[in-house]
């Protein structure tokens, strides 16, 4: 929607295989839009994939396409692998195919842009310097493990191959249209039904929460002029501990949609920890706005509040995609 919200966009070719936590809902705004087209596809589907691209004949590809989620990753991390590293594999074959077939301007042009995560780059102190484009990868988490994996065939196949790849690597994405099994969107909803608010361990971990849009004006730039071969590091230079967020959550929400009485502070639980959790990210995102001019439009605060409001006054969706399957799972999840 961020793409085709300029009337002079390139057409999109949507393709997404609709697990769990796809939903089609999200697409309303562009159902009559003819540059919009959507495919329901599993990137792990090599012959699907090169037959999209002989179809359609894309001068881009960007690859967001990932099982993102640490919790279930722990729980099942088969799934994480067959998608973040054997799908991965899958596209950039089918691309190299496509790619290795275009002559003169268009193989030129071309460009794969695959969106990873800084929690490939392991774990920070609390004065650690911010992960850049140079930190070392140390994943912690079988979520990770996948993304640095997929990040290194990404690499592979433009130095072996000369495929023309780009890569970013994002702090923690948040705003309108998150799945609410991530931190800010579990908060409002479950807030909201009066059910206790879990926070893992003391809740000192620290994240760079980066609002959803300006990502994605930071994707279209490093599809735009990144160089070929090149990183990016793409953060909201907002770093905050989890409780803060929560706190923050529930301060918004005690002013736009107050309880008959007290604080939705009052539901806030601790709860035990999860294996392996990362105490600290932050984004060094400097190369973003030395080479590209790019940075954040949006502070924590001006983002949480758009998205607060968006949960407020989008019960349908949210009806939609809170499933018995995924009230089962944060049930199972949170027993303790």
């Given amino acids: 929607m961020e793409w085709l919200s300029d009337p002079n966009a390139d057409p999109v070719v949507n393709v997404d295989k609709l697990t769990y936590a796809g939903n089609l809902r999200s697409l309303a705004p562009l159902q009559d839009d003819p540059r919009h087209r959507f495919v329901r596809a599993d990137i792990a589907d090599g012959q699907a994939m090169a037959e999209l691209l002989a179809r359609h004949r894309p001068r881009a590809v960007v690859h967001f396409a990932a099982e993102s989620h640490v919790d279930r ?48 780059y392991g774990t920070l102190g609390p004065q650690d310097p911010k992960f850049s484009e140079t930190t070392p990868y140390a994943p912690n988490s079988p979520y990770a493990a996948s993304k640095a994996a997929s990040d290194h065939l990404v690499r592979a196949w433009h130095h072996t191959y ?18 609410p099994e991530k931190l800010i969107p579990l908060m409002i909803l479950r807030a909201l039904a009066g059910e206790p608010l879990p926070v893992y361990g003391d809740g000192l971990n620290v994240r760079d929460w980066l609002f959803v849009h300006d990502h994605c004006a930071a994707v279209r730039e490093v599809l735009a002029r990144g160089r070929i071969g090149e990183t990016y590091n793409v953060g909201g230079c907002n770093e905050m501990r989890n409780i803060d967020v929560v706190h923050a959550i529930c301060d918004l929400l005690d002013e736009l949609r107050p309880r008959a009485q007290g604080s939705y502070r009052e539901q806030i639980r601790f ?31 001006t983002g949480l509040r758009k998205t607060v409001r968006w949960y407020l006054d ?16 944060v049930s199972r999840h949170y027993a303790s």
């Fill in 73 to 120: 990753s722990i729980d099942g991390p088969a799934a994480f692998v067959q998608t973040n590293i054997v799908g991965t594999f899958a596209l950039l074959e089918a691309v190299r195919a496509y790619w290795s077939a275009l002559e003169g301007e268009a193989r030129q042009a071309f460009r794969f842009l695959h969106v990873s995560t800084d929690e490939v």
């Fill in 162 to 179: 000369g495929l023309p790849t780009v890569t970013t690597n994002c702090s923690n994405n948040y705003g309108p249209c998150q799945f």
């Fill in 271 to 301: 709860v035990t920890d999860r294996p392996g959790h990362d105490r600290r990210y932050a984004i060094d995102a400097g190369k973003m706005a030395g080479e590209l001019g790019w940075q954040p439009a949006e502070t924590f605060a």
């Fill in 314 to 329: 989008n019960a349908e969706w949210v009806r939609e995609v809170t499933s018995g399957e995924y009230r089962n799972w």
